[in-house]
């Protein structure tokens, strides 16, 4: 049937300011996120001295772990403050949070500076990211939904596009360090680097948000007093299936934020090659995603979501195996790039599909949490399970076998989806 709706330029124009505003948020969240996992190595050197090599990096990733652990509590409280009080109050709200965990990050000293207190200092960095993230991808996936006049999943896809900017750029500093910094400059200045630059960011981002209206969908939506109860009595279901269907696009950003600690540690490859892949995949999400958007327009975004994980149950082996059979920079790049293949297709339509299973009045809480329930449980944690699981098994396959798991869990969360919800 043909789309008869007349867009006028003044939404398209909000629409478009839309998108800027929520991918300068996405941009800082996952810079910081991406900086941090790729100096992961720099850290636990700086941060667990006194742990042996294998054993500090758990200590670093537990840390990162913890952050997701808050996540659902940040987007609990932050979700439903954006179901009473408007989806811009949210957005402004949980940027102030991001920059503040993120100069936490950046000032932080070290273990030869304060002893034990550097690694509770950076501890608290991250929690106060995880908690400001925790709100942040569901207050700005429901903005950019209700903003958006038509072509919901191209408009929301550019949240996921920003994070292949970040996922790009977090990745050009970490081969540019490396590359041009001697390792001594590198552990002592040269990590904090990123993280100040990141900062940047914020300012723009909060004088964007300043200018914005609230959406019309919203002020016009019955509100609320108690959307978690709502959320957890009338759609229980709803939130499981979106939390397991979150599972392949969480896995497969970790995957490729893994690579630079998997190919320093276990197959003796420069993290130059790593990060080199982490730029062409993050290149790949950007350019590649708003066209993704633009076919789960046209034929429904759970087609596309389930064709991807697929492709990520079939590739998973044999992508790892390549790699470690054929221990060579081109070989990790393209495994990286085909990581970020998959990627695109599955993470793009990902917020159109979880913003059509909750009402405008719920969205913002819906959002929040079944996005970081999924996260922190699919996700967040994978970074410290496969540093685990090569430590346990002594096996360079292990991490296949995790990502093969999360694609089966996320197949049966988009059969629900599609069966029991009727989301195309």
Do not use: C
């Not at 913890?66 to 940027?95: E, H, M």
Request: net charge positive; proline share 4%; hydrophobic share 55%.
């Amino acid at each position: 049937m043909a789309n008869t709706q007349v867009v006028t330029k003044a939404q398209i124009s909000a629409a478009r300011k839309a998108v800027v505003s929520s991918s300068i948020g996405a941009a800082l969240e996952w810079f910081d996120i991406i900086v941090y996992a790729t100096f992961a190595v720099v850290i636990a050197e700086n941060f667990y001295p006194e742990s042996n090599g294998t054993f500090g990096l758990v200590l670093t990733f537990a840390t990162f772990a913890l952050s997701y652990v808050i996540r659902p509590l940040g987007g609990v409280i932050l979700g439903s403050y954006a179901d009473r009080k408007g989806r811009k109050n949210a957005l402004t709200l949980t940027l102030m949070l991001m920059m503040l965990g993120t100069l936490i990050m950046a000032l932080a000293p070290t273990y030869a500076q304060v002893g034990v207190w550097g690694a509770v200092i950076i501890l608290i960095s991250r929690l106060i990211q995880g908690f400001s993230a925790g709100g942040e991808f569901g207050t700005a996936t429901a903005f950019l939904i209700e903003t958006a006049p038509n072509k919901k999943a191209f408009y929301s896809s550019w949240q996921v596009a920003s994070q292949g900017a970040s996922m790009l750029l977090a990745s050009a500093f970490g081969y540019g360090l490396t590359q041009w910094l001697s390792k001594e400059d590198l552990y002592s200045w040269g990590w904090r680097v990123p993280f100040f630059v990141g900062l940047l960011i914020g300012p723009v981002g909060l004088y964007i948000r300043a200018k914005l209206d609230e959406t019309e969908e919203f002020m016009q939506s019955e509100k609320e007093h108690a959307p978690l109860k709502t959320l957890v009595v009338n759609h229980y279901g709803r939130l499981l299936a979106g939390a397991a269907v979150i599972g392949v696009a969480t896995i497969s950003v970790y995957m490729i934020l893994y690579m630079p600690t998997f190919a320093v540690k276990n197959l003796g490859i420069p993290a130059t090659a790593a990060f080199l892949g982490g730029v062409v995949a993050g290149l790949i999400v950007l350019v590649g995603v708003p066209f993704v958007g633009h076919l789960a327009d046209r034929v429904g975004p759970a087609r596309v979501m389930t064709y991807a994980a697929v492709g990520a149950l079939l590739l998973a082996w044999p992508l790892f195996k390549l790699m470690v059979s054929n221990p060579t920079v081109p070989v990790m790049v393209v495994v990286i790039a085909l990581l970020g293949v998959i990627m695109a297709f599955y993470f793009g339509p990902l917020p159109a599909l979880l913003s059509s299973l909750f009402p405008a009045a719920i969205r913002g809480t819906g959002l929040a949490v079944t996005y970081n329930v999924g996260v922190t449980l699919l996700g967040g944690i994978a970074p410290l399970v496969l540093t685990w699981l090569l430590s346990i098994t002594g096996s360079l396959n292990a991490p296949s076998l995790y990502y093969m798991a999360i694609a089966v869990i996320s197949l049966v969360g988009l059969y629900f989806v599609r069966k029991r919800y009727l989301q195309a």
